[in-house]
T-cell receptor, first 113, second 115 residues
Framework: DAGITQSPRYKITETGRQVTLMCHQT?????MFWYRQDLGHGLRLIYY???????DKGEVPDGYVVSRSKTENFPLTLESATRSQTSVYFC????????????FGQGTRLTVV | AQKVTQAQTEISVVEKEDVTLDCVYE???????LFWYKQPPSGELVFLIR??????QNEISGRYSWNFQKSTSSFNFTITASQVVDSAVYFC????????????FGKGTRLHILP
């Protein structure tokens, strides 16, 4: 299917475990982003990527790792999950150029117990 | 550093009333881009509009209108004759021009339209 997809949609994990959230887009967009959404905080940028093998920290990068070996994929890894990382995570992509909007995935609801 | 402030955390209005959602931004760039997104109860993020810093014309799309004022660094969103289906969280966002193309969002305004 064309578009941007996230998997899994829901995930429950235990404190201290490693978990990876997947993001895949079929448009060959240059830019990809990871946000987390928490009540009272809106959408906060975790990491973003301008192209394959180029990643940058966003507003709240601590505790997260990203990679981008292929243009279409941008996985987000929580190396040792903590309860404070319980959130809804959104992946987004946009074409090159800053005059374009970002397109969002459906979100992944992650619960760390 | 870029910043977006949506001071209204939550607004409730009765159906058919007009409502304005405020957005104030901060940036050092002269070239930048502003966006509004809607997040209905189903949770997806829906793009509504983008505006570049060189275009200060107001925009109208049906019941929606946007007022961009560089002098006050504001990009406000008005819904005319609100409907229950407008109930959602609305986000304002900013992207600066140049190499760094990240998009920073405000905290959002939750809008309740009461029947």
């Amino acid at each position: 299917d064309a578009g941007i997809t996230q998997s899994p949609r829901y995930k429950i994990t235990e404190t201290g475990r490693q978990v990876t959230l997947m993001c895949h887009q079929t448009w060959s967009h240059s830019y990809m982003f990871w946000y987390r959404q928490d009540l009272g905080h809106g959408l906060r940028l975790i990491y973003y990527s301008a192209a394959a093998d180029i990643t940058d920290k966003g507003e709240v990068p601590d505790g997260y790792v990203v990679s981008r070996s292929k243009t279409e994929n941008f996985p987000l890894t929580l190396e040792s999950a903590t309860r404070s990382q319980t959130s809804v995570y959104f992946c987004a992509s946009r074409p090159g150029g800053t005059n374009t909007e970002a397109f969002f995935g459906q979100g992944t609801r992650l619960t760390v117990v | 550093a870029q910043k977006v402030t949506q001071a209204q955390t939550e607004i409730s209005v009765v159906e058919k009333e007009d409502v304005t959602l405020d957005c104030v931004y901060e940036t050092r760039d002269t070239t930048y881009y502003l966006f509004w997104y809607k997040q209905p109860p189903s949770g997806e993020l829906v793009f509504l509009i983008r505006r570049n810093s060189f275009d200060e014309q107001n925009e109208i799309s049906g019941r929606y209108s946007w007022n961009f004022q560089k002098s006050t660094s504001s990009f406000n969103f008005t819904i005319t004759a609100s409907q229950v289906v407008d109930s959602a969280v609305y986000f304002c966002a900013l992207s600066e021009g140049g190499r760094d193309d990240k998009i920073i969002f405000g905290k959002g305004t939750r809008l309740h339209i009461l029947p």
